[in-house]
């Protein structure tokens, strides 16, 4: 396809940006070619019945998996099995959650990314969301943020990458043309989302029958479809610079967003420096500010060096580490903005004890996420975190049958407080923190986490258990809980009811939320053992799932 892309004057921009020649018999043949390719390797993944089993422990030598859904992770695996690297295998999984996971990502999404080498070298992407060039503020009546999930994975496939793109996508124009099966915990999730929800494309989309999605229906997507399938055949160059673009920035436009032509056409997710930070024989990586990996890693080494109890077994524990959760999250609020060029200074805001934050707003707390992580029998590893913001983003789905993100509302002073000096091109702040762990030169873990601030605190504490030599599974499936800048506590359900008693006396304001509620987000790991195999493990929440490749 190289023939007919042109660099030298794209959509009448600077060199460089997107561009497509569609004109001609032969570009026309090589679509169709590529289009047919994609529908008959999407007929073999249809073949037989869908993989959504979950499991949540899994081991193996030759590749391992965790994520959000079991499709996903089937997804990945079978990219793996096909000889595929754990790039292709992670942007299969990426795209396929945006089909099945669709909620919480999408292509209409932002995220991060690490990328590690079986050699131990890290590689950090931002793919946060941006303001529109000709716009300083945020228009606060709107929210809608630019969709980059496509061009993050699409970049990481062709910097890494070794399979053909229509491969690679399969999986997701699969789900999409024959469906899959609704879960329990989408069917919670529509329900909450439609008694809110003014679109009356949203509406038609998450009822199609008259009801809100039901577990078990099984529920199809013809023009997400037929976007990926253009995605696939084109590379995403329709989308960010030809019909495709100028159907969606109209659509935007129409709900009040101030994004041309040119925010989509010029956009670029950046390959930048990964944080990383060593801890005996161990280093931690993550992606930059304004991510939150720097917070997950505060987190983790406050947890370590205080000595303070990784598993609480009375109120007052579990009370010391919540508080100390509060206190990281706290200084990201007040200070993470501030700290893009000096992440040292994030350090000593934690350290200076900043007081619980109360610019940011409660529907805040809906923000959710989904993380996955792909590992490769290598040793290429994947750890990557990608959201549209709240649930459904901003409630609006796009004509090509994608929900927009919602971040330019984390530019407000609801989320964080911004410097007068915050870099005009810089994305906002957000929760997202990929993490990798290296020992000894080699990759040891990968995780991450969803579920806005619970990220923070969910993987932060999960990082020191694992650092300290704890289980990887019970390090994951542990009772979840987590305070925040109201002081309220909220405790999921577990069977201690000696805990949960002890943990109501600690506050005025304790809630027991349900086992497993959505609330307390998602989280993804693979590790390394010591014989060289690889150990994964899938949340028990959401619809996490995992596998690994004996």
Known sequence: MADFFNRSNICGRKAGTWHLCIGGKRARRQIFAIVTLIIALAGCCLAGEPADERQFLASGHNGAVSCGHPL??????????DGGNAVDAAVAAGFTLGVVDFSNSGIGGDGFALVCSANGRVTAFDASTRRPLDQKAVDRQNYIGLPTVPELLLKLHRIYGSRPVPEIMAPAIAACINGFKV??????????????VEDVQTIAFL???GFPLRAG?????????????????????SFYCGSEAKQTIADMQSRGS????????????????????????????????????????????????????????????????AATGQRVISAKYS??????????????????????????????????????????????VVS??????????????????????????????????????????????????????????????????????RIIFNTGLALARILAGHDLKKSMSAPRFYLDYRQKLSVEWHPDLK???????????VEVKNGCDDFFGLLSLIARKSDGSLLTAADQRRDGSCGAIP
């Not at 996903?72 to 099995?81: E, K």
């Not at 879960?183 to 809110?196: M, T």
């Open 72 to 81: 996903a992770a089937a997804a990945a695996l079978q990219i793996l099995r």
């Open 183 to 196: 879960s329990a915990y989408l069917e919670k999730v529509v329900e909450k989302k439609l008694c809110s």
């Open 207 to 209: 009822s199609p029958e």
């Open 217 to 237: 229906q099984i529920f199809k997507q013809p023009k997400l479809a037929r976007t990926l399938i253009q995605m696939a055949a084109d590379g995403g160059q």
């Open 258 to 321: 101030m994004y041309q032509p040119e925010d989509f056409a010029l956009y670029r997710s950046q390959p930048v420096k990964a944080l990383r930070y060593n801890y005996h024989e161990f280093s931690i990586y993550g992606t930059p500010p304004p991510s939150c990996s720097l917070a997950t890693v505060k987190l983790a080494f406050d947890l370590l060096d205080k000595g303070i109890k990784l598993f609480p077994e009375t109120g007052k524990e579990l009370f010391t580490l």
């Open 335 to 380: 200070g993470m903005a501030g700290c893009i060029d000096d992440h040292q200074r994030f350090f000593d805001l934690v350290e200076q004890g900043e007081k619980p934050a109360t610019v940011c707003d409660p529907a805040v707390a809906d923000t959710n996420t989904t993380h996955l992580c792909v590992w490769d029998k290598n040793g290429l």
């Open 384 to 453: 990557m975190t990608l959201t549209l913001g709240n649930h459904f983003g901003t409630g609006q789905l796009a004509p090509g049958g994608f929900f927009y993100n919602n971040g330019l509302r984390n530019y407000s002073d609801q989320v964080a407080r911004y410097p007068a000096d915050y870099p005009l091109r810089a994305g906002p702040v957000s929760a997202k923190s990929p993490i990798i762990v290296t020992r000894n030169g080699q990759p040891l873990l990968a995780m991450g986490g969803a579920g806005a601030d």
């Open 499 to 509: 805990l949960l008693k002890e943990a109501r006396k600690m506050l005025p304001d």
